[in-house]
């Protein structure tokens, strides 16, 4: 499974724990920046992670600034992308099986460092529920096209 992953400056380190977790996993990883703790604008990162994944490049997505507030609205505004900002493993579970959420956004300030690698793990683990969901699902995409 690939992944893509991109953070602003507010989300550099925990975008190195994540690179680093992902890659000990044997996944494989795409990293779109940034590449310091300097600071820079996260839609100039984050728009590359999800076009990443639309295009199929990668299965899914990760994005992380300083609250991850920014790097959702970002990548929701690809089309095709269902971001979801989780804070904890419930809301990662949730976001797959009832929304099929392809880019997991996260803020560094949200939680610990291994709260942020179980909500990563329940993420990409977590398979979508379909049935009912699937008719939501295509009522969002249908907002897109307007």
């Known amino acids: 499974m690939k992944i893509s992953i991109a953070s602003d400056h507010g989300g550099f380190e925990l975008k190195q724990e994540i690179i680093a977790f992902l890659k000990n996993k044997k996944y494989e990883v795409e990293d779109f920046g940034t ?15 999800a076009k990443a994944v639309v295009e199929g490049a990668a299965d899914f997505g990760i994005v992380i600034c300083t609250t991850g507030i920014g790097m959702s609205i970002t990548a929701n505004k690809i089309k095709g992308i ?65």
């Open 35 to 49: 590449y310091s703790k300097d600071s820079c604008d996260y839609p100039d990162f984050g728009s590359k992670a």
């Open 82 to 146: 269902r971001a979801a900002l989780c804070t904890n493993t419930h809301l990662a579970e949730m976001s797959r099986r009832h929304n099929n959420a392809n880019v997991l956004a996260l803020g560094q300030n949200n939680q610990s460092i291994n709260s942020a690698l179980e909500i990563v793990n329940v993420f990409l683990n977590t398979s979508f529920d379909g049935g009912r969901h699937q008719r939501r699902i295509d009522k969002i995409s249908k907002l897109e096209e307007n």
